[in-house]
Nanobody, 124 residues
Framework: QVQLVESGGRLVQAGGSLSLSCAGS????????IAWFRQAPGKGRQFVGA????????YYADSVEGRFTISRDNSKNTAYLQMSNLKPEDTAVYYC?????????????????WGQGTQVTVSS
């Protein structure tokens, strides 16, 4: 079992950058795949990207490929979402989530553990 807490969300101008953190508790954090999702008002929860347990492989949604970077530091029980060239359509609540292995799972229902979310607002 793992508990997750996101932080770092704020208001940022279009074209700017922002880094989110996902802090995990428990000795097993390093054994989980970590994914980032986002949910804009009135929309479903959308897969952003994921990093496998070791951090050596990452996956991204087409909408963020080349702009967002996911990483993790298991010694700090923390995963990161670095966002650049932000657009107003990136405005959403961002969540991190964990499951035992990534296995190409991009549906939010496939994830077992969730943080509470952090708001990112991109102004035009």
């Amino acid at each position: 079992q793992v508990q997750l807490v996101e932080s770092g969300g704020r208001l940022v101008q279009a074209g700017g950058s922002l880094s989110l953190s996902c802090a995990g508790s428990g000795p097993s954090f390093g054994s989980y795949a970590i994914a980032w999702f986002r949910q804009a008002p009135g929309k479903g929860r959308q897969f952003v990207g994921a990093v496998i347990w070791s951090g050596i492989r990452t996956y991204y949604a087409d909408s963020v490929e080349g702009r967002f970077t996911i990483s993790r530091d298991n010694s700090k029980n923390t995963a990161y979402l670095q966002m650049s060239n932000l657009k107003p359509e990136d405005t959403a609540v961002y969540y991190c989530a964990a499951r035992s292995t990534f296995s190409g799972r991009t549906d939010y229902t496939d994830y077992d553990y969730w943080g509470q979310g952090t708001q990112v607002t991109v102004s035009s």
